[in-house]
């Protein structure tokens, strides 16, 4: 049974950092993707970034300016989302989730849009407040 957990999340200060984890299971598959994205009250459902199982080749929406960074534990298996200078904009409920599509790639901009992720996980809240 495929499971993704989130963890980590939680209130900061504007300007800070927070590193969030996802740890996965269920699958020994060669080829995944695992993806985070986040969802503000009131708003859409959008890719922050992700990372391929294969090369550990990682892509980011260009909205967050280079402050995120995704890097993984092949051992443990868990992905991480390190979230840097966070803005007001930032809060959300984080997910991560997980995409067996080969054509990923292909589709443009794919790695970043949700309905093409197969599993995710329940999510983790972040607040950015003084």
């Known amino acids: 049974q495929v499971q993704l957990v989130e963890s980590g999340g939680q209130a900061v200060q504007p300007g800070g950092s927070l590193k969030l984890s996802c740890k996965f299971s269920?699958?020994?598959?060669?080829?995944?993707?695992i993806g985070w994205f986040r969802q503000a009250p009131g708003k859409e459902r959008e890719g922050v970034g992700s990372?391929?199982?294969?090369?550990?080749?990682?892509m980011y929406a260009d909205s967050l300016g280079g402050r995120f960074i995704i890097d993984r534990d092949m051992d443990k298996d868990v992905v991480y989302l390190e979230m840097n200078n966070l803005k007001p904009k930032d809060p959300a409920v984080y997910y991560c989730?997980?995409?067996?599509?080969?054509?990923?790639?292909?589709?443009?901009?794919?790695?970043?849009?949700?309905?093409?992720?197969?599993?995710w996980g329940a999510g983790t809240q972040v607040t950015v407040s003084r």
């Open positions: 269920g699958f020994t598959l060669d080829y995944y993707v």
């Open positions: 989730a997980t995409s067996f599509r080969p054509d990923l790639d292909v589709i443009y901009g794919g790695r970043l849009v949700p309905k093409l992720y197969d599993y």
């Open positions: 990372i391929k199982s294969s090369d550990g080749s990682t």
